[in-house]
């Protein structure tokens, strides 16, 4: 459980930036990021839902290693 955990929180440091961006480079092309597509379905801008997604990732990260 803790490998998980641990694994768990470098994945999330590692796609921090892309959780605050608006596109993403995939094959040479811009492609909208994941944010920025459910900013486009919903209301608010993309960098709030990388907020909820960065939040919400170190929560379960975090109650992960907590519960072991």
Known sequence: ??????????SWFTDLDYMFS???????VAQPSDSAV???ALWLPYW???G?????????????????
Do not use: D, Y
Request: charged share 0%.
């Open 48 to 50: 709030f839902w990388g």
């Open 22 to 28: 608006a596109q993403a480079i995939v094959n040479g």
């Open 38 to 40: 459910m900013a486009q």
């Open 52 to 68: 909820v997604v960065a939040v919400f990732s170190l929560a379960v990260a975090a109650l992960g290693i907590s519960k072991t």
């Open 1 to 10: 459980m803790h490998l998980i955990a641990a694994t768990l929180c470098l």
